[in-house]
């Protein structure tokens, strides 16, 4: 109301500014209440390609169907991809959908690409979850499904794969419950016609869905059902469906208690309850269909605008940013033509052509181009708001996992407004607010959670002259995915990847021969091990030489002890410290330099030394000393210490949920009890299965997901993850270097 006072006391001019000013904010709040940003996630060959292609057909952005067989989808645009028929990048696409815009996220399925699910997954509000209706919930849904729960994302079930005639609709609400623990409310049920061919259920509308297969499955008739015993068993589904729901929501509660009775309980109240309902995370809308069939695709895409959340409703801790700009880099992807792009999740403010960023790292860039999303074509636009998803050009330093902001003062008021109101709610401690301040830290944290590298192997330019090509192919890579580490082996002069798995390596090969035209060689895969010293120890190093007739001389005490925390420290006894004190602080720099870079190698199988630290006690260094001296004879001395005390091996170590019937528990406890397995613990999971919680060697566990599955009889499901590094017996350990010498 004032505000229209204020309107009507101004000149023409001023008014007419004001309302289109009035008009554009209305306009942005309905606008991003009308985005829906959404991950898709499955187990590999669910269907989540076919299923996204199907969704941009009908949307209309694409004029002809992609089939994964035939190679020519729009989301799996990397030729590998194409080749292996499976989705490595998740690219982004954005289409309209009823008046909303929905920004899909296709995401791999593979375990050894879980770092960019996990990044995705920051970009979305919700997503939808993918099941092949024949096998129901298996091992990679188990892993996207906890990967979602910590991000806390509501989520819709599509069971695909329902024309097929070994597809169990029942079995798979069952999986959702027993393996997952979760609350599946079918919305949709299906049924087959005399000639076997696929039909949908509605239980909210009480109507038959039938597909046109004429138009490809554009078109689909609701057909409301005449009384007979199929219309009162969907009756019965929706009355168990508005109770369910009546539990869990007051609006629908107060409604079914003063009209007494189920049948009167509007359409319109049952969908905002269970849009309510599925927000909260209390409850999982369950569609089906057929992908490939074209069937049922068109309700999946309304039940995501109807139930999954749009970006205002979510995201609240963004807050502190007010009006500047917050967005979150979920993926760099390499085009041909428009070199490295950034692809953004804004989530607060509004991001412009032209514009300078900054990340939490510090580092300011300019924002030259700005393009919507549809997977391997981009259109241009000038500027894009909170809530939407954006592809940026122009920024070089930019990783994936960053915060980008406006300017470093934008980014110190949030952090202090975050304080603040996390700090005034501080008083009492809730689990609630342990989780905040996790939040908070996740939020402005420099570098995204990298997990460690498992596996290793060299990799070979063809020529010496492709050496610095394939040097910058790796460095645009590993910025596109910094899971993947790249390191340079001093002692065999070899470049040395670490990453995830054999499946991660490949990808990385072929996109090196691919995208940058060098046709590089990978040695043998090999376990990545980390080494650690046993016991203290100290040593003396002195050198002197004389190099192009000047003097150089370098006397070096360290120590090297058991520490997690710092890699280098000074020793602070008197005798020592008074010493260090008059050692120059570039003297100190070099001495620290020179001495960490000799943890990169330890000397048993070339592991990275970590628990380690060393302690400088004594420096002298002769005038005129070269720092590159300095340096190397640091580095000689933590070696020395390291070959002398000896070290032990670090293995990876892989956590396991195995979720599998009650009476296959003990024979898959047996196996693993001889994979050198740790059972934490067992549990039970639903009313038939038990999950059991093990950590066992990466070593023990080549080829495991298929002897699982053989000795399961294929009914265990299964999620697999790297949770740190942990010592091994003398036995053990002589078998792993052997293995790491070629020797075995
Ligand atoms: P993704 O690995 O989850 O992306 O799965 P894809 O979309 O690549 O599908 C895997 C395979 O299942 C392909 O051969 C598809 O043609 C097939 N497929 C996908 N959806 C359906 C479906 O609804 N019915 C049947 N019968 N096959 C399907
Ligand atoms: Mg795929």
Redesign the pocket.
Do not use: F, L, M, Q
């Given at each position: 109301m004032k505000m229209l006072k204020y309107a009507l006391q101004i000149s023409p001019n001023q008014r007419k500014r004001f309302l289109r000013h009035l008009s554009s904010q209305i306009w942005k709040r309905s606008y991003s209440s009308k985005i829906r940003n959404i991950g898709i996630l499955?187990h590999?060959?669910?269907?989540?390609?076919?299923?996204t292609e199907r969704m941009l057909f009908y949307a209309g952005k694409t004029r002809a169907l992609g089939?994964?067989?035939r190679g020519n989808t729009v989301t799996d645009y990397l030729t590998q991809e194409r080749e292996r028929?499976?989705?490595i990048c998740s690219s982004a696409v954005t289409f309209p959908w009823n008046n909303h815009r929905i920004n899909l996220l296709d995401t791999p399925?593979h375990i050894d690409f879980t770092m960019e699910v996990e990044q995705s997954l920051y970009a979305v509000d919700g997503v939808v979850v993918?099941l092949d209706g024949t096998a129901g919930v298996e091992a990679q849904t188990v892993t996207v499904w906890t990967q979602a729960d910590k991000h806390k994302l509501p989520r819709l079930i599509f069971v695909?794969?329902m024309?097929?005639p070994d597809a169990d609709f029942e079995k798979c609400v069952r999986d959702l419950k027993d393996k997952l623990e979760t609350q599946p409310v079918c919305l949709q049920y299906p049924v087959k016609n005399e000639d076997g061919v696929l039909a949908i259920n509605d239980v909210i509308t009480l109507e038959q869905l039938i597909w046109q297969q004429k138009d490809l499955g554009r078109s689909y008739k609701n057909i409301k059902l005449e009384p007979s015993d199929n219309l009162r068993q969907l009756q019965e589904k929706r009355n168990e469906l508005i109770d369910h729901l009546s539990g869990l929501d007051d609006e629908l509660a107060d409604v079914v208690i003063s009209t007494e009775s189920f049948d009167k309980v509007d359409n319109a109240l049952i969908k905002r309850a269970l849009r309510r309902a599925t927000s909260q995370q209390k409850v999982v809308p369950v569609l089906l269909g057929?992908?490939?069939?074209n069937v049922g695709i068109q309700r999946l895409m309304d039940a995501v605008n109807a139930y999954l959340p749009a970006p205002e409703e979510r995201n609240q801790i963004y807050d502190c940013f007010g009006t500047e700009v917050a967005g979150k880099v979920f993926k760099i992807v390499h085009d041909k033509q428009r070199g490295a792009l950034t692809l953004v999740r804004i989530l607060r403010g509004e991001i412009k052509r032209g514009m300078r960023l900054i990340s939490a790292r510090g580092q300011a860039e300019v924002v030259s181009k700005l393009y919507e999303p549809l997977a391997d074509e981009y259109r241009e636009v000038s500027a894009v708001q909170s809530g939407d998803v954006v592809i940026c050009a122009g920024l070089k330093s930019t990783v994936t996992g960053d915060l980008l902001t406006s300017s470093q003062s934008a980014l110190r008021n949030a952090q202090k407004r975050l304080k603040q109101s996390l700090g005034g709610a501080a008083t009492t401690t809730t689990n609630e607010e342990d989780d905040e301040v996790d939040e908070s830290e996740e939020l402005f944290a420099i570098d995204p959670q990298i997990p460690d590298a498992v596996y290793f192997c060299s990799i070979e330019p063809p020529s010496v002259s492709a050496q610095t090509a394939m040097d910058h192919a790796l460095k645009q890579l590993q910025r596109e995915d910094p899971s993947l580490r790249v390191s340079y082996d001093s002692v065999t002069g070899q470049t040395v990847l670490g990453g995830m798995g054999e499946l991660h390596m490949d990808i990385i090969k072929s996109r090196i021969l691919s995208e940058y035209k060098i046709d590089v060689d990978l040695g043998p895969l090999q376990i990545a091990y980390k080494e650690t010293i046993e016991n203290p120890a100290l040593t003396t190093l002195s050198v002197e030489k004389e190099i192009a007739g000047s003097k150089q001389s370098a006397s070096i005490t360290l120590e090297l002890v058991k520490n997690q925390n710092e890699l280098f420290s000074l020793d602070k006894s008197p005798e020592n410290l008074q010493n260090l004190n008059t050692l120059r602080p570039r003297i100190l720099q070099v001495l620290r330099k020179g001495s960490i870079s000799a943890l990169e190698r330890g000397p048993r199988v070339g592991g990275q030394v970590v628990e380690t630290q060393i302690r400088l006690h004594n420096a002298t260094i002769g005038r005129g000393t070269a720092d590159s001296f300095v340096m190397a004879t640091a580095a000689q001395c933590v070696q020395k210490l390291l070959s002398t005390s000896g070290t032990r091996l670090l293995e990876p170590i892989m956590a396991l949920q195995i979720v599998a019937p009650s009476e296959r528990i003990s024979g898959i406890i047996a196996d693993l009890s001889r994979r050198r397995a740790l059972i934490n613990d067992v549990l039970p999971k639903g009313e038939r299965n038990k999950m059991i919680l093990v950590n066992a060697p990466l070593a023990e566990l080549s080829g495991y997901s298929s002897v699982l599955r053989t000795i399961s009889s294929g009914t265990a499901s299964m999620t697999m993850q790297p949770c740190g590094f942990s010592s091994m017996n003398s036995v053990d350990e002589s078998l792993a270097e052997r293995r790491a010498q070629g020797l075995e």
């Open positions: 499955a590999i060959d669910a269907g989540k390609t076919t299923t089939e994964v067989h028929g499976i989705t399925g993918v695909n794969k024309d097929r057929s992908a490939y069939k």
